[in-house]
Nanobody
Framework: QVQLVESGGGLVQAGGSLRLSCAAS????????VGWFRQAPGKEREFVAG????????YYGDSVKGRFTISRDNAKNTVYLQMNSLKPEDTAVYYC?????????????????WGQGTQVTVSS
């Protein structure tokens, strides 16, 4: 099993920034893809950002390109999501995810491991 613990959510004004963290523990894999999804009330889960751990390739949803940055700290087994220029439409619960292997996918069904989620609220 893999345990994912997110932190860093909160309330911020439009135009502000937040950094989410996700610490992973438990089973180790030779290769993984990590990422972030979000879900707003009444909406489906949306792909936000992904990263292929061993090579560092990154992927972003269209709605966050140029504003959000995903990164990792190998020594801490932690993945980050730096969110800048936040908008009210970014308000959602943000989930950290892990997928074994090297193939990236933007589909939520492709990720076996999910964190508990952290709330991000952006006020206008």
């Amino acid at each position: 099993q893999v345990q994912l613990v997110e932190s860093g959510g909160g309330l911020v004004q439009a135009g502000g920034s937040l950094r989410l963290s996700c610490a992973a523990s438990g089973r180790t894999f030779s290769a993984v893809v990590v990422g972030w999804f979000r879900q707003a009330p009444g909406k489906e889960r949306e792909f936000v950002a992904g990263l292929r751990w061993t090579v560092g390739s990154t992927y972003y949803g269209d709605s966050v390109k140029g504003r959000f940055t995903i990164s990792r700290d190998n020594a801490k087994n932690t993945v980050y999501l730096q969110m800048n220029s936040l908008k009210p439409e970014d308000t959602a619960v943000y989930y950290c995810v892990v997928r074994e292997g090297i193939i990236w996918t933007p589909l939520a069904s492709g990720y076996a491991y999910w964190g508990q989620g952290t709330q991000v609220t952006v006020s206008s």
